[in-house]
């Protein structure tokens, strides 16, 4: 069974520039989260998907961030202007419906400069 | 507020050694636990959870944790550490139904041969 996987992996941007992440959960997995972690500090959410709908979206840091979930598979995070403070590592985890365990992607670690 | 402490931002120890990364949470309602690790390069990987019952909880690759009520602790523990371990570990809480967790900061892990 895939992992979850998060597209690009990498990703350097100049401030004012706008990047999107791609964020594929496992096959089958009801909910999607994505997470940030700003360098030396905790991980914190940002958002919650079930299927296409936003459950939860208090850890959004403002209106530059955009998530999107269509038909409910994968998921988009797109920041819009960026700015030197959204610069850390986005993680994506999903899980599949009433399971506590979320399972986490790679990352994408986001640059800018 | 809700909250996890990892006081021990970075541990080296000796392979062979036994560990011990510490953990308190502060949490309002019954917390479900979680150990995660994250090598260089990989996404953060579940090593256990506390969700009720036998409060010493048995993971992958050799680590235990046990979760301490009064003290507000889940400490995860290994006997003797593989070079393979080096990596970093978040505790996190949570409730158990597919919602957002709350992550501590990180201790790195570093160890020698």
């Known amino acids: 069974e895939a992992g979850v996987t998060q597209f690009p992996s990498h990703s350097v941007i100049e401030k004012g520039q706008t990047v999107t992440l791609r964020c594929d959960p496992i096959s089958g997995h009801d909910n999607l989260y994505w997470y940030r972690r700003v360098m030396g500090k905790e991980i914190k959410f940002l958002l919650h998907f079930v299927k296409e709908s936003k459950q939860d979206e208090s850890g959004m840091p403002n209106n530059r961030f955009l998530a999107e979930r269509t038909g409910g598979t994968y998921s988009t995070l797109k920041v819009q202007p960026a700015e030197l403070e959204d610069s850390g590592v986005y993680f994506c985890a999903s899980s599949p419906q009433g399971r506590g365990e979320q399972f986490f992607g790679p990352g994408t670690r986001l640059t800018v400069l | 507020a809700q909250s996890v402490t990892q006081p021990d931002i970075h541990i080296t120890v000796s392979e062979g050694a036994s560990l011990e990364l510490r953990c308190n949470y502060s949490y309002g309602a019954t917390p479900y636990l979680f150990w995660y690790v994250q090598s260089p390069g990989q996404g953060l990987q579940l090593l256990l959870k506390?969700?009720?019952?036998?409060?010493l909880v048995q993971g992958i690759k050799g680590f235990e944790a046990e979760f301490k009520r009064s003290q507000s602790s889940f400490n995860l523990r290994k006997p003797s550490v593989h070079w393979s371990d080096a990596a970093e570990y978040f505790c996190?809480?949570?409730?158990?139904?597919?919602?957002?967790?709350?992550f501590g900061t990180g201790t790195r892990l570093q160890v020698f041969p």
């Open positions: 996190a809480v949570g409730p158990y139904n597919t919602d957002k967790l709350i």
């Open positions: 506390y969700f009720s019952g036998d409060t």
